[in-house]
């Protein structure tokens, strides 16, 4: 009984050993297309809606835009980097036909939180 018991639970270990590495080859690949697409030159938005309308994946694609900023729209998400707190800043920017984009514009810390004190 406690051979069979044994072999059971072997073979659950076992089972679930063979789920950790393939988690563990899915993030490496995941990790490897982040870091191509975050280094890989901007596209025109144009361009990525195209892709994103075709079904491609495109998390993580840099894409230039032209517009106005509307500072007034700035919204700050509290988190932090490299052991320092602050925010992450998105504000709107207008484009010439008169849609939004929300654009991450980075990590700010704590006491610049206010865009006066980022001149």
């Given amino acids: 009984m406690l051979i069979g018991l044994g072999l059971v639970l072997f073979a659950i270990l076992i089972g679930l050993g063979t789920w950790q590495v393939q988690r563990l080859h899915w993030k490496e690949d995941l990790l490897a297309t982040i870091d191509k697409r975050t280094h890989s030159a901007p596209l025109p938005l144009a361009d990525v809606e195209q ?23 700035e919204r700050h998400f509290f988190s932090t980097w490299q052991g320092d707190s602050g925010f992450n800043v998105y504000t709107p920017l207008q484009l010439e036909g ?7 514009r980075g990590f700010v810390p704590y006491d610049l939180k206010d865009p006066a004190r980022r001149q």
């Avoid at 008169?98 to 991450?104: D, I, K, S, T």
């Fill in 98 to 104: 008169g849609r939004f984009v929300l654009v991450n």
């Fill in 51 to 73: 892709q994103f309308a075709a079904s491609h994946d495109v998390d993580y694609t840099p894409v230039t835009v032209t517009g106005t900023f509307l500072h007034q729209g």
